[in-house]
């Protein structure tokens, strides 16, 4: 009897352990997986610009008129376990990238009530998350513009993407959840210079990146966020920093850098109105910093919204008593032709003025241009 008794109580075990792995494969397999559905946009512009172009002059061997160009594939799909777990992907294929880098974007995430995790080629903290003004379009604008016809341009806004050497180097990146309109974010690059096979590194085979000189590791990247809507008003508000853990360094102009930027944007009826600045330390080398500032509004009425804006930039140049000066100006116009299909046009105006030196081919330079283009969002 003792025998059988052992001989039940196996069998019992056994029946009972399968049921368990019966029941978790049921639960696993309740959901379909994650698939991918297809979206992506095309912007296309013309543009003409008329600057200083004789001899020795910086708009020199320019063409006049030009064609920009972006477009993008972007896959994405995410699927919620049985657990609550929401589990996804995005990949992002550049349209025409002649650089070779295909993938803009590459990655995963996991989310439920305690926020989001990312992890692969994507936008970090700080360069998801930092705030501009009104007044620009799909294709132009007087900060952080897609296309631009000017020599020089105040430059990004961008806190992350501008200083890092590849864009979207692979990451960590954690957002909360949104609190009474409040959220935060974080992000972690373990290499700024990682992204694709270079610089002998083996990135799907190997989780330890090259160091290049010039490239940084440990980087770090914070945003918080907060946005409220009234009755006929709201305003969004939010701050971000991107700071370099440690260079690679093959000279003084590879100190460590950080970015720093914050803003406030309002809306009050049909018109936006904001304000922004990035702080940039070390831009130009060790003790020469940058920060740019831009303002701008909008005003939209039926399919149509109107915005102008300007961008200042301040430049520490070692060795002269004042800084190299950059400002940029203009106006925009967008009309919506139907869902997802837009027309845009700009004119803008920049001028420069360059550091305490006649010599330098920047002084004294203006441009004006005039532009066209088409945003197609699908």
Do not use: C
Not at 118 to 136: E, F, K, Q, T
Not at 326 to 352: C, H, K, N, Q
């Amino acid at each position: 009897m003792t025998g059988r008794r052992n001989h039940l109580y196996r069998l019992l075990l056994g029946t009972t352990a399968l049921a368990g792995l019966q029941a978790l494969a049921a639960a696993t397999a309740a959901s379909d997986g994650v698939k991918l559905s297809l979206g992506g946009f095309l912007y296309n512009a013309f543009g003409a610009t008329f600057d200083d172009d004789s001899e020795g002059e910086i708009g020199d061997d320019v063409n006049t008129v030009g064609i920009g160009h972006d477009g993008e594939i972007q896959f994405e799909g995410e699927v919620t376990l049985d657990n609550g777990v929401t589990v996804g992907a995005r990949f992002d294929l550049e349209a025409g990238d002649e650089d070779g880098d295909q993938f803009d974007q590459s990655y995963g995430y996991f989310s439920g009530g305690w926020g989001e995790l990312r992890v692969g080629l994507v936008d970090g903290a700080a360069g998801s998350s930092y705030m501009l003004p009104p007044g620009s379009t799909s294709n132009f604008g007087p900060y952080s513009p897609n296309n631009i016809g000017a020599v020089l341009s105040p430059g990004l806004f961008d806190p992350e993407n501008s200083i890092t050497v590849r864009d979207k180097p692979i990451k960590l990146v954690y957002y909360s959840p949104t609190w009474s309109g409040f959220s935060f974010g974080a992000s972690f690059t373990p290499n700024d210079d990682e992204k694709a096979y270079n610089a002998g590194d083996n990135v799907d085979g190997s989780w330890r990146a090259n160091k290049p000189e010039g490239s940084a590791s440990n980087n770090v990247g914070l945003n918080v966020h907060y946005e409220h809507e009234g009755d006929g008003w709201g305003v969004v508000a939010g701050a971000a920093a991107y700071i370099e853990g440690d260079v690679n360094k093959a000279g003084p102009e590879d100190a460590e850098q950080a970015g720093y930027n914050a803003g406030v944007n309002m809306s009050l009826g049909s018109w936006t109105f904001g304000v922004a600045g990035t702080y940039f330390t070390n831009e130009n080398g060790q003790d020469q910093d940058l920060w740019l500032v831009g303002t701008g509004f909008t005003y939209a009425w039926d399919a149509w919204t109107l915005g102008a804006g300007w961008a200042h930039g301040t430049r520490d140049v070692t060795g002269f008593s004042d800084d190299d000066q950059l400002d940029r100006a203009g106006v925009t116009a967008i009309y919506e032709m139907g869902p997802g299909i837009s027309l845009d046009a700009g004119v803008f105006y920049t001028w420069a003025e360059a550091a305490d030196d006649a010599d330098d081919p920047a002084d004294g330079y203006d441009a004006i241009e005039f532009s066209v283009g088409s945003a197609i969002e699908f």
